[in-house]
């Protein structure tokens, strides 16, 4: 039928390509060219060729900023991957096994991952929220009179909590498939040997699922880099820049700080951004698989 | 690559194969464990419930308690002061519209990708997969937006959501290879027309991978942010997420409408995903699970 079909099969890419060329192809590689001007985002405001000018600032004049974020993007990224990866490998251990009301338990952790950021971050701004908030209750119970999200100590550690809180859910089931991918017979063999069922999960579960655990981790770090959802509507990076990632100063700098908007600068950010993504992820990629051979 | 005889049929409903636990010590605390993991899940979905129905009267004395008066008028009062009629409308304007034109534009995309139709049909293959890795360049696209005249337009904002075609395209690449291709070349001799042939042909044989990519697209628009507060700065054309969050800027400490605007943000996704969670968390994981 191709040979019969001519140009038509051509005809059919056409939409699809020139949308996804003209508005995600081009942008994404044309976030380096941006990184050279002054592009100042105003309609009609002359675009002029700087150089290496944005990089020598964020180098030197935005240092402590780089710095700043450099920092905040290291612990939300670690925290989460290294807490919602632990996590969501024991609760699909246990929701493996045959204790009754797992499927409830799955749909109702797997909830957030379809309620979204705007929903998810909104839900615990109430929850945090220092007149009334039950966290807030909580922790006054406790002695302690805190207001998580507005508190620079703290803030960092609320928005780590929701984005865990939020997307274990779909760790957990790429796991859970993961672990029902390995066959029953396994664990039969297991059985003879007398194995317990901990030592079975530390020596038969986990190694057979590297793979899952690859891809997991990967998404997860690549997600925290390059993510901002939850931090824009949980704390907008604040207070004061201290739970600003890097995704999230890019945002900020591009488009809302009220009379410093760069976005030429704030390309130069993403550029540093998606450097750190490759770099990592192409470690993450060798450590990970090396470890899946290993095994 | 999910098949045609996997989707849908999710871990959610294959037996375990774990090992099974009889009632012992590690039992229990596996019973704990999920117990309390529901709890964290389950509170502040409920608080948030709770508060959208209490009087701000009885948020500012005890927030924590069930709400008595039941207030039923925080959710009119939400609706009509957040407009959020327009919002609505405007989301299942976006929604309806990007769900439907995605999948027509991925569709006859995919088919001659995946019957090797076009030269180097390889080559478009992984310049589509590539588009899933990438990062947004949003900034680049804001200036593209603003050159061709589409910034803070419905246009535009949908134009943007027709880029995103890698992961559907993907998605039914991969379901179209899996399909014999032997009524293709039946066709052939009927000279039935390309085009007419993917719509009468194929599509109703990938319908359920049409359904999965289509349930995941709609929940994204639904809940994009980032692109609405970007590129749709006017009111009167934003989608309900920023709309929520317009809401909540424009109605601070105002938390028991804030709280109802929530609970009707919320309420469809919670409706589509209780009729259809087995389907969308197969979808949402099969991007993770080719891996």
């Known amino acids: ?295 | 690559m999910i098949r045609e005889d996997e989707l849908g049929r999710v871990a959610a409903e294959r037996p375990a194969t774990g090992v099974q636990i009889g009632i012992r010590p590690g039992t229990i605390g596996g019973y704990v464990i999920l117990g309390l993991l529901s709890l964290i899940y389950l509170i502040p979905l409920l608080f948030v419930l709770f508060v959208s129905l209490m009087s701000s009267r009885q948020f500012s004395l005890n927030a924590a308690s069930f709400p008595d008066p039941i207030m039923w008028s925080n959710y009119p009062e939400a609706w009509v002061k957040g407009s959020f009629n327009t919002y609505f409308v405007n989301t299942l304007v976006y929604t309806f519209v990007i769900v439907f034109g995605t999948l027509i534009i991925a569709t006859l995309a995919a088919f001659p990708i995946a019957r090797a139709h076009v030269r180097g049909s390889n080559v478009f293959y992984v310049l589509f997969l590539s588009g899933i890795l990438l990062p947004a360049g949003i900034i680049p696209q804001f200036f593209v937006m603003q050159q061709l005249g589409i910034y803070d337009t419905r246009f535009g904002y949908i134009l943007l959501w027709f880029s995103r075609v890698a992961l559907p395209i993907f998605i039914i690449t991969g379901f179209i290879k899996s399909i014999p291709s032997e009524l293709d070349d039946a066709a052939a001799i009927d000279g039935c027309s390309y085009i007419r042939y993917i719509f009468q042909v194929v599509v109703p044989l990938i319908q359920p991978a049409l359904s999965v990519v289509g349930l995941i697209i709609a929940i994204r628009v639904w809940n994009d942010i980032i692109g609405p507060v970007i590129f749709l700065p006017s009111n009167s054309i934003k989608p309900i997420s920023a709309g929520l969050l317009q809401f909540f800027a424009e109605f601070a400490a105002q938390w028991t409408l804030i709280a109802a605007a929530i609970v009707i943000t919320a309420s469809p996704l919670v409706v589509l995903y209780v009729f259809t969670q087995r389907y969308i968390i197969a979808g949402m994981t099969s991007g993770a699970l080719k891996g």
């Not at chain 1, 038509?8 to 590689?29: H, K, N, Q, S, T």
């Not at chain 1, 655990?213 to 201290?242: C, K, Q």
């Not at chain 1, 998606?274 to 290993?294: G, S, T």
């Open chain 1, 1 to 295: 039928m191709g040979r019969t079909a001519g140009i038509w099969p051509y005809v059919c890419l056409v939409p699809a390509l020139a949308a996804f060329i003209f508005l995600e192809i081009v942008p994404a590689l044309g976030t380096s060219i941006f990184s050279l001007t002054d592009y100042s985002g105003l309609p009609h405001a002359p675009i002029n060729w700087v150089g290496l000018q944005n990089y020598h600032d964020l180098l030197t004049g935005g240092q402590t900023f780089l710095i700043r974020a450099l920092q905040v993007t290291a612990i939300f990224s670690l925290l989460v991957t290294v807490v919602q990866n632990g996590l969501a490998v024991l609760i699909a251990w246990l929701l493996n096994s045959r204790l009754r009301g797992q499927i409830t338990v799955r749909v109702l952790v797997f909830l957030p991952v379809v309620l979204g950021a705007t929903v998810n971050g909104l839900t615990w701004y109430v929850m945090f929220n220092p007149l009334g908030g039950p966290v807030t209750l909580l922790l006054a119970e406790l002695g302690i009179r805190a207001n998580l999200l507005g508190n620079a100590a703290t803030a960092l550690y609320a928005v780590i909590w929701v984005q865990i809180w939020a997307n274990l859910g779909f760790s957990m089931m790429v796991y859970l498939a993961g672990m029902q991918g390995i066959p029953a017979e396994v664990y039969e063999a297991g059985k003879i040997d007398g194995t317990s069922p901990w030592s079975a999960f530390r020596h038969l579960t986990i190694p057979l699922l590297a793979p899952s655990i690859t891809i997991n981790v990967l998404l997860a770090i690549i997600g925290t880099i390059t993510g901002y959802e939850l931090i824009f509507v949980l704390t907008d990076g604040g207070p004061a820049f201290t739970s600003q990632t890097l995704g999230m100063w890019v945002f900020n700098q591009a488009f809302f700080i009220s009379n410093n908007r760069l976005p030429g600068y704030a390309a130069t950010i993403a550029m540093v951004q998606f450097m750190l993504v490759f770099a990592i992820a192409l470690v993450a990629q060798y450590y990970l698989r090396r470890r899946e051979a290993v095994l």
